[in-house]
């Protein structure tokens, strides 16, 4: 089963409007971080927030992490269609044997211009 | 290259044929996953290897599947007998730390 689950599975806005995804997990983790993925392919890493932060910013984008509720959140502003993507979280849970990362089923994201 | 190679980009095998697809990770880099995603859904771990340490298969779905790491760079994902249930996006990764890993484009399976 998937550690971490993404809601919603998939979000339409308009440009220029911000778009909200939440990831919910069920273990301690030591971090979880954030993916984007174009058409089906591969993944590229937007964003890492350690257990111990509650927020970080990088441009556009903001996260969130609430250990208490295991959930995190990923807030894009000012959206643009160029931001339509796949965007899945990811858990590096606590225990973890190695360096494998969980990933949840991904938001689908539509930002029509 | 710079980032995460993989191959082939596309594959369209006949069930029961054997497929290979290869990764070539980044440089350097210890730890090589392989993911298997498929159509619209999320990544699923299939298996793991760290330096020269014992690969974590526990992703593995059968054991249909094998993957090897030669020399602790290149990486080759084996899926005998393929079923069309196999037909997904297969997905390598590689990573220096415990944090970010670094994909590949993928390497597309489509089993008829």
Redesign the interface.
């Given at each position: 089963s998937q550690q971490g689950e993404e809601d919603p599975q998939a979000l339409s806005i308009q440009e220029g409007e911000n778009a909200t995804m939440n990831c919910s997990y069920k273990t301690s983790i030591n971090n979880l971080q954030w993916y984007r993925q174009n058409s089906g392919r591969g993944l590229v890493h937007l964003i890492l927030i350690r257990s111990n932060e509650r927020e970080k910013h990088s441009g556009r984008l903001r996260v969130t992490l609430d250990t208490s509720k295991k959930s995190s959140s990923l807030l894009i502003t000012a959206s643009r269609a160029a931001d339509t993507a796949s965007y899945f979280c990811a858990t590096d849970a606590v225990p973890n044997a190695g360096n494998m990362l969980t990933f949840g089923g991904g938001t689908r994201l539509m930002v029509k211009p | 290259g710079a980032g995460?190679s993989q191959s082939p980009s596309n594959k369209v095998t006949e069930k029961g044929k054997d497929v290979e697809l290869r990764c070539d990770p980044i440089s350097g880099h210890t730890?090589l996953?392989w993911?298997r995603?498929s159509?619209?859904?999320?990544?699923e771990?299939l298996i793991?290897f760290?330096g020269n340490?014992a690969p974590?298969k526990s992703g593995l779905p059968s054991d249909r599947f094998s993957a090897e790491r030669t020399g602790g760079s290149v990486s080759t994902l084996t899926i005998q007998r393929t079923q069309q249930e196999d037909s997904a996006?297969y997905?390598c990764?590689s990573?220096p730390?415990?944090?970010?890993?670094?994909?590949?484009?993928?390497s597309?399976l489509t089993v008829v």
């Amino acid at each position: 089963s998937q550690q971490g689950e993404e809601d919603p599975q998939a979000l339409s806005i308009q440009e220029g409007e911000n778009a909200t995804m939440n990831c919910s997990y069920k273990t301690s983790i030591n971090n979880l971080q954030w993916y984007r993925q174009n058409s089906g392919r591969g993944l590229v890493h937007l964003i890492l927030i350690r257990s111990n932060e509650r927020e970080k910013h990088s441009g556009r984008l903001r996260v969130t992490l609430d250990t208490s509720k295991k959930s995190s959140s990923l807030l894009i502003t000012a959206s643009r269609a160029a931001d339509t993507a796949s965007y899945f979280c990811a858990t590096d849970a606590v225990p973890n044997a190695g360096n494998m990362l969980t990933f949840g089923g991904g938001t689908r994201l539509m930002v029509k211009p | 290259g710079a980032g995460v190679s993989q191959s082939p980009s596309n594959k369209v095998t006949e069930k029961g044929k054997d497929v290979e697809l290869r990764c070539d990770p980044i440089s350097g880099h210890t730890a090589l996953y392989w993911y298997r995603q498929s159509l619209g859904q999320g990544l699923e771990f299939l298996i793991y290897f760290q330096g020269n340490s014992a690969p974590d298969k526990s992703g593995l779905p059968s054991d249909r599947f094998s993957a090897e790491r030669t020399g602790g760079s290149v990486s080759t994902l084996t899926i005998q007998r393929t079923q069309q249930e196999d037909s997904a996006v297969y997905l390598c990764a590689s990573s220096p730390t415990r944090n970010t890993i670094y994909f590949g484009e993928g390497s597309w399976l489509t089993v008829v």
